[in-house]
């Protein structure tokens, strides 16, 4: 027997002191990753991503980059029956303005274990899966390649 399961996620950023900064969880299965989850009826998939970043973290304050999204599709078995998997993220530009304050793994639901701002280099080599890693290339070869990112303007939610 086989089933589909399709989750979205996002990979949250910021740009401070010239570099890329990228944040991931420890999910409950000790598996580091970044925040993924079931989308709910009605929700599209960037509402999705967004919901899952705030209940996974409490940040509230993320602009989604329009031109920027990667699949990764995969299976595995669980008891018994394969899973196909769809995994859908987008690239999620966080407010750091009052970062102290909005990152919290309280009411996560026993979710989120543990996260972590990290550069390019520490996340690649956190991040557990290969193909989360293959993504995490991909989206900073994409960074590279977009500067424009960096002066993004929160106030205006336009860049300069």
Known sequence: MTIKDKSIGIIPIFY?????????????????IFPKGHPISGETDTQTALRELYEETKINKCTIIDNFKYELNYSFKRQGVIVEKQVIFFLGLVDISNISTIISLENSAGEVLDLKWLSYDDALKQLTHKNQQEMLKQVFKYLKNNTSIQSYNFINNEQK
């Open 16 to 32: 401070e002191k010239n570099k890329y900064w990228f944040l991931i969880i420890q999910q409950s299965l000790r598996d580091w």
